[in-house]
């Protein structure tokens, strides 16, 4: 059974509407001929003639074969002037003896060229227009498992003689098939998406791209009915190899994907698990000396050491980065504030260090309610409703965050009219960090996950950014 499909391509293979092909012959004559009248007034000036721009996406380039033409029709313009002039001369010397030739004659010979080029430019105009492909088709022979390639031009339609083949593949040299949402960027350097199937196979030469006509600049805008269609060929292709469709999207978003997803992963999944540790056990990853000269400055204000914990959620993403971690918990004298410190110091790959010194100071008033202090930087995500959370910034000493806090949990308990939560060992604070952990992913399943106003932090365009909402919603989908 043999499955026909016609592509839709715009740069590559598309069927081409009448008047589209009309509307590109035109602009494409009166560029030839504005060159060759410019040629003709200004004379030998070559470089300005055969100077091509660069086509415009949708635009019908000019072919390598009219490119060579127009080239030697330039030089044999620049011959025909020389000759004219010569012409001219040698009327003027054995005709005339030595007479000029009356103005009149002069004009009509120096017209020569021109009415000439304009006479060429409108022939080869004419030539390019027939030459323009109507038909563009892609033939899946799926009994003798090969892709043909038709052509058919204009000029061919005019003859009636059907399709040439442009070339002829076969289906067994390819190894994959991938459907996916790809993205360029258009002559005002605005980016716009369209649909893909691509073959490949192990060699470079062993790769096809058929992509949807209809681009949009916003990708919730973007064909639905063509991507079924793509992706009922991409199956038959798929099924004929034995092999399975892949699902791709652009690079722009799937990294935008995975970025986002890891930080909403390991900032409010589901737990985080925590582990004792030995201190020692992080020398050459952190600066001890920090955690010991905070902890005794501490200490004299009366807090007490409640124990040092890895939080292994977070561990497992710091490993990327050759680093660890620990944090060292604190209470406050009074028992209703947990004070964390820890040493951030992931070894970047190209050897620059980026560290910071970070101590968070939490306090709990009901298992919705948090006062927050801390000196780390804000992240791109909302807290939810119940957490009154400020970053100072990263240099400010212990110091300042304690008093900060403390002054901020004067005005909340006169404010609120809550009292909280007492806190005396590890293990309270270990249950109440559970609780604003079991918070945080309430509201995040609450939002939907992320809110577009939160995914316009990052740096990817609006259009990006609710496509990656949507893949990030499925995903979390998914894992819950």
């Not at 790769?207 to 064909?223: A, E, M, T, V």
């Not at 992320?450 to 919603?473: D, H, M, Y």
Request: aromatic share 10%; proline share 4%.
């Amino acid at each position: 059974m043999t499955k026909k499909w016609v592509q839709i391509s715009p740069y590559q293979a598309k069927v081409i509407e009448e008047p589209l092909g009309i509307v590109a012959s035109i602009r494409l004559s009166m560029g030839i001929l504005s060159e060759f009248m410019s040629f003709s007034i200004m004379g030998l000036d070559l470089l300005k003639v055969i100077s091509l721009r660069e086509p415009k996406p949708g635009a019908t380039p000019l072919r390598p074969i009219f490119r060579s033409t127009l080239i030697l029709f330039v030089i044999f313009i620049i011959l025909f002037a020389i000759l004219s002039r010569l012409i001219i001369e040698l009327i003027e010397f054995y005709l005339l003896h030595g007479e000029p030739i009356s103005k009149s004659v002069i004009d009509v010979i120096e017209l020569l060229p021109l009415i000439f080029s304009c006479t060429i430019s409108i022939v080869l105009s004419i030539l390019i227009c027939l030459d323009i492909p109507v038909n563009d088709e892609l033939i899946f022979d799926l009994d003798q498992g090969t892709l043909t390639h038709l052509v058919r031009s204009r000029f061919a339609k005019l003859l009636k003689r059907p399709s040439s083949i442009k070339k002829r593949l076969r289906l067994s040299n390819y190894s994959k098939v991938s459907l996916r949402v790809d993205s360029d960027l258009d002559s005002d350097n605005n980016r716009y998406y369209f649909y893909s199937l691509v073959m490949s196979g192990d060699s470079q030469n062993n790769y096809f791209q058929i992509d949807c006509s209809s681009g949009s600049y916003s990708l919730d805008k973007l064909d639905r009915k063509e991507l079924a269609e793509l992706e009922h060929l991409g199956r038959q292709l798929a099924d004929f190899l034995q092999i399975p469709l892949v699902s791709e999207i652009d690079r722009d978003i799937e990294t935008a994907v995975e970025k986002i997803y890891k930080t909403l992963k390991s900032s409010f999944g589901q737990s985080h698990e925590y582990r004792i540790v030995n201190s020692e056990d992080f020398w050459g990853y952190v600066d001890l000396a920090y955690y010991h000269r905070l902890q005794s400055a501490l200490v004299e204000q009366g807090c007490t050491w409640a124990g040092d914990i890895e939080d292994m959620t977070v561990a497992e993403e710091l490993r990327e980065y050759n680093s660890r971690t620990f944090i060292r918990v604190m209470i406050n004298s009074t028992h209703n504030t947990s004070i964390g410190f820890y040493h951030f110091n992931p070894k970047i790959p190209l050897g620059f260090l980026v560290q910071a010194k970070v101590i968070d100071c939490e306090t709990e008033f009901s298992p919705e309610k948090y006062l927050v202090t801390t000196n780390v930087s804000k992240t791109p995500f909302d807290y939810p409703p119940g957490f009154d959370v400020v970053h100072l910034p990263g240099n400010t000493s212990y110091k300042n965050v304690l008093k900060t806090h403390y002054q901020r949990l004067q005005r909340a308990m006169s404010n609120w009219g809550l009292f909280p939560t007492n806190l005396h060992s590890l293990e309270d604070v270990l249950a109440m960090q559970k609780r604003m952990q079991q918070a945080k992913v309430t509201y995040r399943k609450r939002i939907g996950y992320i809110t577009q106003e939160e995914l316009n932090r990052f740096k990817v365009s609006p259009e990006i950014a609710r496509e990656v909402g949507r893949r990030l919603r499925e995903r979390f989908t998914h894992d819950s």
